[in-house]
Each structure stands twice: as structure tokens, then as C-alpha cells.
């Protein structure tokens, strides 16, 4: 996806997190540690996506068509 607002915040020397939310409503938060070369992710997806989850497939190949 492209041109979603990311925020970004420092938490510790060389440990960023960024998180933004898609245009399906999922939020996702990635922590960074840049000295360690480790990320970890998190993905929270809206309650609707849980009850019809082909929406977000149809979503996501229509906009890499």
C-alpha cells in the first residue's frame, strides 16, 4: 500500500516502532532495532474482516491489478 501517514516514535538508542492503519482499516506496528537488525510486527485486522476475510483478498487483488 501506498500513502498511508506513518507514525513514528524512538523507544529506545537505535529501537524505532512505526505503525500506520491500511485503507481496509487494518493497523499494523512494526518495532525496529536498528543496532540488532530485528523487527517485530503486529497486525490487528477490524472485526468485519473476521466475518467476511474474502473482502480483504478482493481488496488486495484489485489494487495490484
Not at 492503519?21 to 493497523?27: F, I, L, R
Request: charged share 20%.
Amino acid at each position: 500500500m501506498k500513502d498511508q501517514e506513518v507514525h513514528m516514535v524512538r523507544l529506545a538508542e537505535g529501537v524505532v516502532k512505526l505503525s500506520w492503519t491500511e485503507p481496509t482499516g487494518t493497523c499494523v506496528s512494526v518495532a525496529y532495532n536498528l543496532i540488532e537488525h530485528r523487527a517485530h510486527g503486529a497486525t490487528f485486522f477490524p472485526h468485519r474482516i473476521k466475518l467476511a476475510p474474502v473482502k480483504l483478498s478482493g481488496f488486495r487483488m484489485t489494487r495490484l491489478s
